[in-house]
């Protein structure tokens, strides 16, 4: 059984920052990518960054130059340090690997359970 468990949310202002985490647990033998997500209240849950093993990251448009993915391998833990905040940015965020368990085993994702951002003055 893998588990993700984030923490970092909370309420900030416009402009403010928060940095959130999200470290894996159980039995794991690799992850490949790891990424967040957010969902805002009546909307689809929507790809925010993701960060390949070796690195490589991507971002949706709207957070470019604002947040930055970053992992530990060694610690299987997955960050998202998010600057300049924005009221359009509150959200639930959630974070997702793909873990192998077992030496060729097929790859399967993992979600955390959520942790809210809230961004307003």
């Known amino acids: 059984q893998v588990q993700l468990v984030e923490s970092g949310g909370g309420l900030v202002q416009p402009g403010g920052s928060l940095r959130l985490s999200c470290a894996a647990s159980?039995?794991?033998?690799?992850?490949?990518?790891m990424g967040w997500f957010h969902q805002a209240p009546g909307k689809q849950r929507e790809l925010v960054a993701t960060i390949t093993s070796g690195g490589s990251t991507n971002y949706r448009d709207s957070v470019k130059g604002r947040f930055t993915i970053s992992r530990d391998n060694a610690k299987n833990t997955v960050y998202l340090q998010m600057n300049s905040l924005k009221p359009e940015d509150t959200a639930v965020y959630y974070c997702n690997a793909g873990v192998v368990v077992t030496p060729g085993a097929y790859e399967y994702n993992y979600w955390g359970q959520g942790t809210q951002v809230t961004v307003s003055s």
């Open positions: 159980g039995n794991i033998f690799s992850i490949n990518a």
